[in-house]
């Protein structure tokens, strides 16, 4: 496609249930960013894969978030047993790779944890 | 954390330049200047990037103080679809690391 899309664009979650967010970045885009939105802020960063590797995962905000990005192109952001505070919009970005600094942002994925 | 600080709102008149103000006193000699913006309920878009020359392109001027402690960002003739929050941000062009968003500012462009 002509830029980042990610599915679905929203996403209601009873608390404790688990959920999967994907993320199709553009084609022959090396590097993939995540971040994560709450109402009223400025975007967070959650990990960064170039190709299938993860190269930092520092913002995962608990070991119940897990992404992957297994043949290095599609990526799926996975939250376990979503809590309250986990409702946010997530963002997901990709990029040429290292000597291309312009990040892509998709619409993001709304999710609300009720 | 952020290493810029922005106004946290600012108004303007469509149809008038729009100058948004940033400054980033402490940005190393191999940091670049970022802006990019965020439309209501959309990811945020890149506008433009320098160093430490004035830029400019299809959508914005970048000018960037001597010192490097500040810049401006410029739309040259604001339109209502330029609503959006805006944020400065600066990062080692080069590498493809992660961009660190601060609160931004929240640009309202008026009728």
């Known amino acids: 496609g002509a830029g980042v899309s990610q599915s679905p664009r929203y996403k209601v979650a009873k608390r404790g249930q688990d959920v999967a967010l994907r993320c199709d970045p553009i084609s022959g885009h090396v590097s993939l960013f995540w971040y994560q939105q709450a109402l009223g802020q400025g975007p967070e960063f959650l990990t960064y894969f170039q190709n299938e590797a993860q190269l930092d995962k520092s913002g995962l905000p608990s070991d119940r978030f897990f992404a992957e990005r297994p043949e290095g192109s599609v990526s799926t952001l996975k939250i376990q047993r979503t809590q309250q505070e986990d409702s946010a919009v997530y963002l997901c970005a990709s990029s040429l790779g290292l000597l291309n600094t312009e990040a892509f942002f998709g619409q993001g994925t709304r999710l609300t944890v009720v | ?111």
């Open chain 2, 1 to 111: 954390d952020a290493k810029t600080t922005q106004p946290p709102s600012m108004d303007c008149a469509e149809g008038r330049a729009a100058n948004l103000p940033c400054n980033h006193s402490t940005i190393s000699g191999n940091e670049y200047v970022y802006w990019y913006r965020q439309i209501h309920s959309q990811g945020p878009q890149y506008i433009i990037h320098g160093l430490k020359n004035n830029e400019t392109n299809e959508m914005a001027s970048l000018i960037i103080t001597e010192d490097r402690k500040s810049s401006t960002l410029i739309l040259p003739h604001a339109t209502l679809r330029d609503t959006a929050v805006y944020y400065c941000i600066v990062r080692v062009a080069g590498r493809d690391d992660k961009i660190i968003f601060g609160k931004g500012t929240r640009l309202h462009i008026l009728p």
